[in-house]
């Protein structure tokens, strides 16, 4: 079956500027994770989504928000963008997030902010 | 405040050797551990876990070792091959509703196997 895809694979913007990224899970998977990757900080857990309501979230100002649609389709936006945000955006899906659900990555989204 | 630690950015071993890429942690609320492997341009795949309620678990040529009184795990890889030239992250959960889809990710061990 697919595996996790993310749209779109590029993408650069400059400071300031708004910017959305689509990820779409693997079929019948309902947990959709989100994480940053930047060579100082390793990947860093953003938020989890689970039947369209946020579960959990990690330590990112306001500026980073998503959503997920009743197709558990996610999105992530990143609003305000600043010159860190410049990192490698990863989305993971399970079949509903708990401990020993094994997550499955997506390519990542590769954001440049100038 | 760095709860998954990888200490050895890169590690260079040659074909048909061990590898052994290490990983320590603070927070003692984890209790369930995992190994990735990243390529350039891909996401992270999983390779092995282990349950803080083993100390060792095997699958092929791949042995996590997990020492709870020390916080500490390691990957074994036996024999290595230069397919395994990657990124290695360890990762860890803690039980309970605030670990959902939360996974606490090292920094990353680059492994080159040489032939």
């Known amino acids: 079956k697919a595996g996790v895809t993310q749209t779109p694979r590029y993408l650069i913007k400059t400071r300031g500027q708004q910017v959305t990224l689509s990820c779409s899970p693997i079929s019948g998977h309902r947990s959709v994770s989100w994480y940053q990757q930047t060579p100082g900080q390793g990947l860093q857990f953003l938020f989890e989504y689970f039947s369209e309501t946020q579960r959990n979230k990690g330590n990112f100002p306001g500026r980073f928000s998503g959503r997920q649609f009743s197709n558990s389709r996610s999105e992530m936006n990143v609003s305000t963008l600043e010159l860190g945000d410049s990192a490698l955006y990863l989305c993971a899906s399970s079949l509903t997030g708990g401990p020993l659900n094994e997550q499955f990555f997506g390519p990542g989204t590769r954001l440049t902010v100038l | 405040d760095q709860q998954v630690k990888q200490n050895s950015p890169s590690l260079s071993v040659q074909e048909g050797r061990i590898s052994i890429l290490n990983c320590d942690y603070t927070?003692?609320?984890?209790?369930?551990f995992l190994w990735y492997k990243k390529y350039p341009a891909e996401g992270p795949t999983f390779l092995i876990s282990?349950?803080?309620?083993?100390d060792k678990n095997e699958d092929g040529r791949f042995t996590v070792f997990l020492n709870k009184s020390a916080k500490h795990l390691s990957l074994h890889i036996v024999p290595s091959q230069p397919g395994d030239s990657a990124v290695y992250f360890c990762?860890?959960?803690?039980?309970?509703?605030?670990?959902?889809?939360?996974?606490?990710f090292g920094q990353g061990t680059i492994l080159t196997v040489h032939p």
């Open positions: 282990i349950s803080s309620i083993k």
């Open positions: 927070n003692s609320m984890f209790d369930y």
């Open positions: 990762a860890a959960l803690a039980p309970g509703g605030t670990s959902y889809g939360k996974l606490t």
